[in-house]
């Protein structure tokens, strides 16, 4: 059912976003560490590649404890990254080819050396103490005593989420590091300064916005102790921290503020840990004037066990039932955002693919070909398009993440089991998708002439992008031909999605359906050849399929390892 207000045609619609993580991705002084630059020397390999749009990491001025996610200055680039004309440059660049600019906004909270924080830990009378949200120790404790915070709460990396100001003696909440502290968006001058903020952004050419862990902006007052629990797992915060009661409204005045202040129409997505389906319904809704659409994480749930890094053996049902759930709960009115990675997470090959060395490019079309055949705006986080693997990490000193050493940390003193926290670190930690992107088969994968900040994958001399290029059937030309697919169908984008074989542990199959078009999407989640219990009669027209050679001696109703195929039928029923 479509309302009124929902007349799905916003270029977004059948877009597709490629996430660039700027200190990763191209470094053009040598300094070892990406930057603007850099990415403006790749755009022609973005426009080769079909995408629509540029989400770029934060670049901001930063002391960098969090990789720019702790801004100290909305309105510039960090010197390490460029300037502001190479931005204005970059974003002139998309604009003359076609493509689209999305800046990366974290206005949860800033750094804690932003000036608004200086001037508000300055006292407590400072006009600025109240943009950020101070309270004193718990009632009958000394601050600074153990257990004297004002809340139990554990923040997102482990730490408790309050720090003390020891001169002014009060403590300020930090839902991250101590050094991101919290906006109190209660305070309304907050509110119309960031939006301010946005709208000159706007005026610099900026044609969306993705907003950092946007549903923790509205708190729930008065703060009260967590009694379930009080550690952060994406669940846990759904429960604690996020969906506070002016959520809702808080989007709603930024869309006036923001969106309405210019005819372009933008492109907003916001990240919301812990979401739920239904909840997610209403802020995409377009009657709601919010937002256009979210980041929710029970996908990048079902592979973890107690912690963020505690991975546990994943079950394709739960996958299916949770990524069908989303498609349904946003079938009518809502919008889904699709995504295997991004920044926070371990590469999708080493995490959903086969552990076979011999099956990565087809696990990597696989997984592919199953998002961007989903009903929603896909974003490809950079390097997917190549297959990219998680690197080799060994000791805790390969990593870099503060996220990293914060667990390890914590491991040591609660369980004393460091190689289990290790182990999951492999597997699961950030900076697996954080390592520099593959090139070629250079030295440093081309990423740099120097040193690079974090190393390179060894495996660049087989997984680059100079070979893929120049091979038709690489990775790269797969997710071409996908994004290729998604522009010339309305089903692909608009289409309606119905899950097939809910129950079935290795094959994961869907329809789309659009007017009288209809597609049908079949991929095996394992190494073997397994049949698939469809009608071999509606298969008869073979859209795609990732193995170089068709159907192959199985024929339309078996499926090679970890091989994906559409299908497409005509219908006159509908
Ligand atoms: O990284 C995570 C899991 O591995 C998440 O818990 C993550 O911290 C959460 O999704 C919020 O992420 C965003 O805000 C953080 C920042 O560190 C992340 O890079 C960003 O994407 C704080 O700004
Ligand atoms: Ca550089």
């Known amino acids: ?81 460029g300037t502001l004309d190479d931005l204005d440059a970059l974003i002139a660049g998309l604009h003359s080819r076609g ?17 608004w924080f200086t001037e508000s830990r300055k006292n407590r009378t400072n006009a600025k103490r109240d943009w950020y949200i101070w309270r004193s120790a718990r009632a009958g404790h000394t601050p600074g005593a153990p257990g004297a915070e004002p809340t139990n709460w554990v923040g997102f990396f482990g730490e408790k989420a309050w720090t003390l100001d020891e001169e002014s003696g009060e403590y300020y909440m930090h839902l991250f590091c101590k050094e991101q502290p919290d906006l109190n968006w209660e305070n309304a001058d907050v509110r119309q300064e960031l939006y301010a903020m946005m709208r000159w952004w706007l005026a610099r050419g900026v044609d969306g916005f993705r907003m950092d862990v946007i549903n923790l902006i509205s708190k729930t007052y008065p703060l ?131 552990a076979r060395l011999e099956l990565r490019e087809h696990s990597a079309k696989m997984l592919a070909t199953v998002l961007h055949l989903h009903r929603g705006t896909p974003y490809i986080y950079q390097g997917e398009e190549l297959g990219m693997a998680n690197y080799p990490f060994e000791t805790l000193e390969d990593f870099d993440d503060v996220d990293a050493y914060n667990s390890y940390r914590i491991a ?48 660049h001399v087989d997984v680059n992008a100079a070979v893929q290029i120049n091979d038709a059937g690489s990775v790269f030309h797969h997710y071409r031909r996908l994004i290729g697919l998604r522009h010339a169908l309305d089903t692909v984008s608009l289409g309606s999605f119905e899950m097939l074989l809910p129950e079935d542990e290795t094959i994961y199959a869907f329809t789309r359906t659009h007017g009288s078009e209809q597609l049908l999407v079949v991929a095996n989640f394992s190494d073997n050849e397994p049949e698939v219990p469809l009608d071999a009669a509606d298969w008869n027209q ?7 050679d068709g159907l192959g001696p199985g024929g339309p109703t078996r499926l090679r390892p970890r091989e994906a195929r559409i299908y497409r039928r005509r219908t006159t029923t509908h």
Not at 280 to 293: F, K, L, W
Not at 542 to 548: D, H, N
Request: charge should be negative; proline fraction near 7%.
């Open 412 to 459: 040591q003193t609660d369980t004393g089991d460091t190689e289990a926290i290790l182990a999951g670190l492999r597997h699961l930690g950030r900076d697996n998708s954080r390592t520099p992107m593959q090139w070629d088969a250079t030295t440093n994968a081309g990423f740099t002439t120097g040193t690079p900040w974090l190393p390179v994958n060894p495996n």
């Open 1 to 81: 059912m479509t309302s009124p207000g929902q007349a799905m045609t916003e270029w977004w619609r059948n877009a597709v976003v490629y996430q660039v993580y700027p200190r990763s991705f191209a470094d053009s002084n040598g300094d070892g560490i990406g930057d603007l630059p850099g990415v403006i020397a790749k755009l022609d390999y973005l426009k080769s590649l079909g995408v629509d749009v540029l989400w770029l990491s934060p670049f901001y001025p930063s002391p960098q404890v969090d990789n720019g996610y702790d801004i100290s200055d909305y309105r510039g680039v960090d010197p390490m990254f």
């Open 542 to 548: 073979l859209v795609m399929t990732t193995y170089p």
């Open 99 to 115: 493509m689209k600019f999305m800046t990366d906004i974290v206005i949860n909270h800033t750094s804690d050396q932003h000036p």
């Open 224 to 354: 009260a102790d967590s009694t379930t629990k009080t550690s952060a797992t994406h669940f846990e915060a759904g429960a604690l921290f996020a969906g506070g009661p002016r959520l809702g409204e808080f989007l709603a005045e930024m869309r006036r503020e923001v969106n309405g202040s210019t005819d372009k129409v933008l492109l907003t997505v916001g990240e919301m840990p812990g979401t739920v389906a239904s909840d997610a319904a209403g802020y995409t809704n377009p009657d709601n004037s919010q937002i256009d659409m979210i980041f929710q994480f029970e996908h990048m749930d079902i592979d973890r066990g107690t912690g963020r890094y505690d991975p546990i053996p994943w079950r394709l049902t739960d996958l299916k039932r949770t990524l069908g759930r989303w498609q349904d709960a946003l079938a009518g009115t809502g919008w889904n955002s699709l995504y295997w990675g991004n920044h926070d997470q371990s590469r999708p090959v080493s995490r959903f693919g086969s």
